[in-house]
């Protein structure tokens, strides 16, 4: 009667004379540094650990890993940076910190996105009232137009956020 062999010992017995190539390892070495970085940029995000932790974590990250360099951090932390200022001003502060590059052109672009955006809010909301108020005769300090559902608006803002998405990628390409 044969012997009973687990699912390791058939994969092993199976894989025995397979290998992998050089440049197979440095691309599987590569991606583990990649995850390793994002889950120290995740728990950092997450508020799970601080700037100093993050900081003595990177120190490690960068002392144990030769694959690990800083076009590796910032191409990484470039990636997280939106237009959204709420979200990405922890990108920004930690490209400045961390990765030692100035944000201020990212910045720049994300403050014009936001006050485009809320230049045309306030155009929206002044053309909405208008129609309201000529076309229905409803006025006063209640009438709050809902500007999504208005389909122009919607037009209006996915314009100006790819407008506003191409200068953010081309700040990002340009220098870091």
Request: charged share 30%.
């Amino acid at each position: 009667m044969g012997e009973i062999k687990s699912t390791l010992d058939l994969v092993m017995e199976k894989t025995r004379h397979l290998s992998m190539t050089p440049k197979e390892k440095a691309v599987q070495q590569s991606a583990a540094v990649k995850k390793k970085l994002h889950g120290l940029l995740v728990k950092y995000r997450d508020g799970t650990i601080k700037k100093d932790r993050f900081r003595q974590d990177l120190e490690t990250l960068r002392a144990n890993d030769a694959l690990f360099d800083d076009g590796m951090l910032r191409k990484a932390i470039l990636s997280r940076v939106g237009l959204n200022p709420d979200d990405s001003q922890i990108w920004l502060d930690l490209l400045k910190t961390a990765a030692g590059v100035d944000p201020a052109p990212l910045a720049a672009v994300i403050l014009g996105y936001q006050a485009a955006i809320e230049e045309e809010t306030a155009k929206w909301f002044q053309k909405i009232r208008a129609t309201l108020q000529d076309t229905y005769h409803v006025t006063g300090s209640a009438v709050v137009p809902y500007l999504e559902a208005d389909s122009g608006w919607n037009r209006q803002r996915a314009k100006i956020q790819v407008e506003y998405g191409r200068r953010l990628e081309k700040a990002k390409s340009a220098g870091y």
